[in-house]
């Protein structure tokens, strides 16, 4: 199964990897795991957990529209988060 490569436009350029692979024949597509960056790599809502999470989510519907893809679409998602703290971070 050949696999298509994507790098949005609209998404920061990886200098070692691909931020959308799509394996071509199927309805596969694997994403890589976003991060609070623009377009220009730069972080997004330094020390705030809800500004970093609205950035990532919309680099992930960016991905998601580079392969013709939806959010409605996803099946799984996994989150990592860093220095999480469950008393300042559960509302969000």
Not at 44 to 57: E, K, S, Y
């Amino acid at each position: 199964m050949p696999l298509q490569c994507i790098n949005p436009k609209d998404l920061p350029v990886p200098q070692t990897y691909s931020q959308v692979v799509v394996a071509t024949g199927s309805k596969l597509v694997f994403i890589s795991g976003q991060e609070p960056e623009d377009l220009d790599g730069k972080l997004v809502g330094r020390g705030d957990l809800a500004t970093q999470a609205r950035q990532v989510f919309a680099n992930l519907g960016r991905a998601l529209a580079a392969a013709g893809a939806a959010p409605s679409q996803v099946s799984r998602i996994t989150i990592y988060v860093v220095n999480y703290n469950r008393d300042e971070c559960l509302p969000i």
